[in-house]
T-cell receptor
Framework: AQTVTQSQPEMSVQEAETVTLSCTYD???????LFWYKQPPSRQMILVIRQEAYKQQNATENRFSVNFQKAAKSFSLKISDSQLGDTAMYFC???????????????FGQGTILTVHP | DAGVIQSPRHEVTEMGQEVTLRCKPI?????LFWYRQTMMRGLELLIYFNNNVPIDDSGMPEDRFSAKMPNASFSTLKIQPSEPRDSAVYFC????????????FGSGTQLSVL
């Protein structure tokens, strides 16, 4: 079974600064996807960024980037130039093909509450 | 596109009552997922459908829970009878085969069973 661990229950950062959220996972699969989802107080789950395990290049989406270390099974999220709107719960998630029918069986970490202070 | 639409947004009911949660996936998506979020257990997959067929329901906690997908544009999650420990946020999500790894979530239903 796959597991996803987020060791930081809460983090805080000053506006405009950079923060890194940690995530580790455990799997015996070689083909998988990793994701970071954001859940603001509105409750909506929003996909922030995703990484294919077979790609060595780290994914980047504007101010969001990941540090993917496959051998260490580590997948951290870096948020640059933090904004007040980044305040949310952040979930790391893992997905593998389910019999080839779907990648959507996400296993989530417990989440990290990020607060951005003005 | 309006995204994944869930209703109701909030549901308050009494123990023993039947509860039905509804979901309309994004048009063209062929996979649909029901997740439950609680403080204690985090986000858990309950069941998922592919082309309207249930593929894996191993996450459904008890026989009190049932899910259906009568057509490509509608799914229900029913709890009968409901219990206070069912109180949670229930999310519906959908994805397509062509971009299968991207899951799009609805706004969730906050269920409170008194």
């Amino acid at each position: 079974a796959q597991t996803v661990t987020q060791s930081q229950p809460e983090m805080s950062v000053q506006e405009a600064e950079t923060v890194t959220l940690s995530c580790t996972y455990d799997t015996s699969e070689s083909n998988y996807y990793l994701f970071w989802y954001k859940q603001p107080p509105s409750r909506q789950m929003i996909l922030v960024i995703r990484q294919e395990a077979y790609k060595q290049q780290n994914a980047t989406e504007n101010r969001f980037s990941v540090n993917f270390q496959k051998a260490a099974k580590s997948f951290s999220l870096k948020i640059s130039d933090s904004q007040l709107g980044d305040t949310a719960m952040y979930f790391c998630a893992f997905s593998t093909p389910a019999g080839g029918t779907s990648y959507g069986k996400l296993t989530f970490g417990q989440g990290t509450i990020l607060t951005v202070h003005p | 596109d309006a995204g994944v639409i869930q209703s109701p947004r909030h549901e308050v009911t009494e123990m023993g009552q039947e509860v039905t949660l509804r979901c309309k996936p994004i048009s063209g998506h062929n996979s649909l997922f029901w997740y439950r979020q609680t403080m204690m257990r985090g986000l858990e997959l309950l069941i998922y459908f592919n082309n309207n067929v249930p593929i894996d329901d191993s996450g459904m906690p008890e026989d009190r829970f049932s899910a259906k997908m009568p057509n490509a544009s509608f799914s229900t999650l029913k709890i009968q009878p409901s219990e206070p420990r069912d109180s949670a946020v229930y999310f519906c999500a959908s994805s397509s085969r062509t971009g299968g790894e991207k899951l799009f979530f609805g706004s969730g239903t906050q269920l409170s069973v008194l």
